[in-house]
């Protein structure tokens, strides 16, 4: 059975969540069923143009959710993510090629990652999948060892993660999230839409992976009092200068991507758990509410997001997983 959505239902989206959320909970709760939208013409489109777009890729991932998760909820924003992209006509616009092999609704096997529960990098891949609604096979690699998997899709850096999309690998976590981004299109955009925004989160994203972090990590192993306070001094440095980003990118919304999370708030929130384990095993808070008060807010709203929260692991086992870390280098540092 189907469900048919009419095109002034489509228009309840921007004026009316609740009532809408309503509609289609009950629609899919009543009829159980594979969700469809019948629109006679939207944004100036055939029937069957629109009819193609919006069946073929998109709803059929609203329609998994509902029956892995059995969870209205989820059901109703992967719904919702569709038509509100869908009535953004310029949004439309670029949805109008037909959709090519890479573009259609994947089956759970022909997305697979490859990663390691505690690794930042891995979680920017599953975060940006999250906000697509893209479902995927989560394959947890040891390193012991390195996998054949590993080795041969990603032979160069041999590192997590490695998206492979229909048996083509993709790596490095940055460059699979602007892939994710362009091959789900149909979700919420995660790089700006503005070249100048691109260019300035894609600065503060290279900035993050070849300054701000490798110091953040570089806490662990300093090599006595000073070493370790210079290096807690620089990583704070680095947290005022993201302050004063947040504050000019957001222009005075919840995240540097504006009302939704975007490139720069993966490529930096994937890192606030680390963030955390440097604060507990240091003693030194980090993320300060006189310092930098918008990051601390951004924090909490990043980590409770959908598409983030269950993905970050907790601190305390991220600590635990530091601490084993850190007795493994030091067993291995000769005297
Ligand atoms: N620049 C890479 C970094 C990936 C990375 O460092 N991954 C780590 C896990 S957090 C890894 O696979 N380490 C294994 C190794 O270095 O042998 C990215 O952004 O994907």
């Not at 006679?40 to 489109?45: A, E, L, M, T, V």
């Not at 029956?67 to 992967?78: H, L, T, V, Y």
């Not at 893209?134 to 590192?159: A, G, H, I, R």
Request: glycine share 4%; net charge positive.
């Amino acid at each position: 059975m189907s469900m048919y959505i009419a095109k002034s239902r489509l228009s309840y989206i921007h004026t009316n969540i609740h009532r809408t959320q309503e509609i289609v909970c009950s629609q899919i709760q009543l009829f159980n069923m594979t969700p469809k939208i019948l629109s006679k013409d939207i944004c100036g489109r055939s029937w069957n143009t629109a009819r193609c777009y919006i069946l073929d890729p998109f709803v059929s991932l609203a329609c998994r959710k509902t029956k892995r998760e059995s969870n209205d909820r989820a059901c109703f924003m992967a719904l919702y993510n569709v038509l509100k992209s869908y009535t953004y006509h310029d949004h439309w616009c670029r949805k109008t090629r037909r959709p090519t092999s890479s573009s259609k609704t994947m089956t759970k096997s022909e997305v697979k990652l490859l990663g390691a529960w505690p690794s930042p990098f891995v979680m920017r891949a599953r975060i940006a999948l999250n906000i697509k609604s893209v479902s995927y096979e989560f394959l947890e690699e040891t390193f012991q060892p390195k996998s054949p998997l590993l080795l041969d899709s990603n032979p160069v850096y041999k590192k997590v993660p490695v998206l492979i999309n229909q048996d083509k690998p993709i790596c490095e976590s940055l460059i699979i999230v602007q892939y994710v981004d362009d091959v789900w299109s149909s979700g919420p955009s995660i790089l700006p839409s503005e070249p100048y925004d691109r260019a300035i989160a894609r600065f503060w994203a290279t900035y993050l992976d070849d300054k701000w972090y490798p110091t953040l990590r570089s806490v662990r192993g300093a090599k006595g009092e000073d070493d370790r306070k210079k290096l807690i001094t620089e990583v704070g440095e680095g947290l005022t200068l993201l302050e004063d980003a947040l504050n000019k990118t957001s222009r005075g919304k919840d995240f540097f991507g504006g009302d939704q999370i975007g490139y720069l708030d993966i490529a930096f929130g994937c890192f606030l758990g680390w963030l955390r384990v440097t604060e507990s095993l240091t003693g030194v808070k980090l993320l300060d509410q006189v310092k930098t008060p918008c990051l601390v807010k951004w924090a909490e709203r990043f980590c409770a997001h959908g598409a983030v929260k269950d993905v970050m692991p907790q601190t305390e086992k991220l600590v635990e997983f530091a601490k084993m870390l850190m007795a493994k280098m030091a067993a291995s540092t000769p005297n």
